[in-house]
C-alpha cells in the first residue's frame, strides 16, 4: 500500500477491500502455525512474554493466555486518540495481518476491515507504551475494542464496545492461537500517527509554495530565481520540485516580471541609482532553495514510514514457505 492508498481510506473514506489471495495466505499460515506448533515451544503461543517466556503454558491455558496478554496490557492513560488517528492504528495493523506471517485466523481481518468500514473505532490511549517491544498499550487497546471489551467510538461518541458491536450487526473476535501477541506486538500506533502526520505535513509544503508564489506575485519580482535553468545546476530533487510547481502556479502571471524586458535594456545602464531592485529580498528569492530540502526531508520520511507500514512486525514470524518460526525483533520501530 502507498501513501495515497492510506489517504483514500482515512481522509477520502473509501472502504477497505481484503484480496482473495491475500487472504488465502492468511489462512495458510494460520493452519501451519496450528500444525508447527504442535509439541514445540513457541514464544507466546505455549510460553509466558517477556521474562516470563522460560516458563510453558499448559495446552489448557493457551487461549486464556492471549486473552490475558490483551488485559494486562491495556493500562494506557492520557487523552484518547481521535476515531481519525484510531483507524490509522487499524489500517495499519491490517496490512501488517494481511501480509500472511502472523499465524492469525482470517477471522480478525475481516473483523477489523469491517470495524474500519463502520467507523466502529477502539478507545486507544495516547500515554503508557514506550515503543520497545512495538506499541504494546496502543495496540492492547485494540484487540480489548477487537474482542468487545472497552470503550469504543462510534456514531461519533464513546460507547461500551460490546453495545456498538450488537447496533453494527458485527461479532466480536474469539482468540484462535495467536491472536491476541499478533495485534499487540507491532509498530502499527506510531506507523499509523506517523503517516498521517505525513499527509498533514505535505499539505503545509504545498501550502508554503502556493503563498510563497502569490507573495512573489503581489511583489512582482522578476523570474529567473524560480527558473528551470537556474535551479537545474542544483541537483537537489527538492528544489527543482518545488521550482516546477512554483513555475506552475505563477504560469500567465501578469505580474511577474522578466529580467530581459525591464533591468537588461540598454536605457537602464545610464543610471546611477536603479528604481528597481536588482534582486529580491532573499524571502522572495529563495523560496526553492528553503523548501526544496522540507520536499527532500518528507520524501524521506515518506519512504521508511511507507515500508513500516507495508512491513511484518511481528515477533516471531511465521514462514509457511520455510515451514519455519524465526524468533527476533522486528517489532523494534526503526522510525
Not at 466502529?120 to 498499550?137: M, N, Q, R, T
Not at 511583489?219 to 537545474?232: K, R
Not at 511481528?314 to 522486528?330: E, L, M, Q, R, T
Amino acid at each position: 500500500m502507498t501513501l495515497d492508498d492510506f489517504k483514500a481510506i482515512l481522509i477520502d473514506g473509501n472502504s477497505v477491500t481484503l484480496d482473495e489471495k491475500a487472504l488465502q495466505n492468511v489462512k495458510a499460515c494460520f493452519e501451519f502455525l496450528q500444525q508447527f506448533s504442535d509439541h514445540k515451544l513457541i514464544y507466546g503461543i505455549n510460553t509466558g512474554f517477556g521474562p516470563m517466556a522460560q516458563y510453558k503454558i499448559s495446552d489448557d491455558n493457551i487461549l486464556q493466555l492471549q486473552y490475558n496478554l490483551i488485559r494486562s496490557h491495556s493500562s494506557g492513560g492520557g487523552n484518547i486518540l481521535t476515531p481519525q488517528l484510531g483507524k490509522a492504528v487499524m489500517v495499519c495493523r491490517l496490512n501488517n495481518l494481511m501480509q500472511g506471517y502472523s499465524g492469525v485466523h482470517t477471522e480478525i481481518v475481516e473483523l477489523l476491515s469491517a470495524m474500519i468500514n463502520k467507523n466502529l473505532i477502539p478507545c486507544i490511549f495516547e500515554h503508557g507504551g514506550v515503543g520497545a517491544s512495538g506499541d504494546l498499550v496502543q495496540l492492547a487497546h485494540l484487540a480489548l475494542g477487537l474482542i468487545g471489551e472497552g470503550e469504543v467510538w462510534y456514531e461519533n461518541k464513546i460507547v461500551p464496545a460490546a453495545e456498538a458491536f450488537e447496533k453494527a450487526g458485527l461479532t466480536p473476535l474469539k482468540v484462535h492461537i495467536r491472536e491476541g501477541l499478533a495485534v499487540l506486538n507491532g509498530t502499527s500506533a506510531m506507523t499509523g500517527v506517523g503517516l498521517l502526520n505525513l499527509l498533514a505535513a505535505k499539505n503545509l509544503l504545498d501550502w508554503s509554495i502556493m503563498l510563497s508564489a502569490f507573495t512573489n506575485e503581489l511583489m512582482e519580482v522578476y523570474d529567473d530565481h524560480f527558473s528551470q535553468e537556474l535551479n537545474i545546476v542544483k541537483h537537489h530533487k527538492g528544489q527543482n520540485h518545488v521550482a516546477a510547481v512554483f513555475r506552475d502556479i505563477v504560469k500567465g502571471s501578469e505580474m511577474i516580471r522578466s529580467r530581459s524586458e525591464h533591468l537588461y535594456q540598454p536605457e537602464n545602464i545610464q543610471h546611477d541609482v536603479f528604481e528597481d531592485k536588482v534582486q529580491e529580498y532573499y524571502s522572495l528569492r529563495c523560496v526553492t532553495q528553503v523548501l526544496g530540502p522540507v520536499f527532500d526531508t518528507l520524501a524521506q520520511a515518506e519512504e521508511t514510514v511507507v515500508n513500516e507500514f507495508n512491513s511484518v512486525n511481528d515477533n516471531p514470524v511465521v514462514d509457511v514457505a520455510s515451514h519455519n518460526i524465526f524468533h527476533g525483533g522486528n517489532f523494534m520501530a526503526i522510525m
